[in-house]
């Protein structure tokens, strides 16, 4: 599975991005797909997931800005950010799990997004 991330860019305060994550090989192994983030000097945190039957879960620090969702044929993975706030400033990755014999994760290049006050 080969993952690319790609939307990431400047935004003010208040404003909105949308990221998209065009996957590729063998998609039909994919059981979750998410984002992530990560700043410098943090950890990656785990911000939204969507699973094969839709099922998605947030992280509460994005809850009601962010939406995960996928398109129908299950190749690219979105995250809508809606009120974006300069502490959403950092490197989001996407990723997608297989399960398929064993389990393995698989990420994006990451894509940067800076949030002005």
């Known amino acids: 599975v080969q993952l690319q991330a790609s939307g990431g860019g400047l935004v003010q305060a208040g404003g909105s991005l949308r990221l998209s994550c065009a996957a590729s090989g063998n998609i039909a192994s994919i059981n979750i797909m998410g984002w992530y983030r990560q700043a410098p000097g943090d950890q990656r945190d785990m911000l939204a997931a969507?699973?094969?039957?839709?099922?998605?879960s947030y992280a509460e620090s994005v809850k009601g800005r962010f939406t995960i969702s996928r398109d129908n044929a299950k190749t690219t993975l979105y995250l809508q950010m809606n009120s974006l706030k300069p502490d959403d400033t950092a490197v989001y990755y996407c990723n997608a799990i297989t399960t398929a014999g064993s389990i393995s994760t698989y990420w994006g290049q990451g894509t940067q997004v800076t949030v002005s006050s």
């Open positions: 969507i699973t094969n039957t839709g099922r998605t």
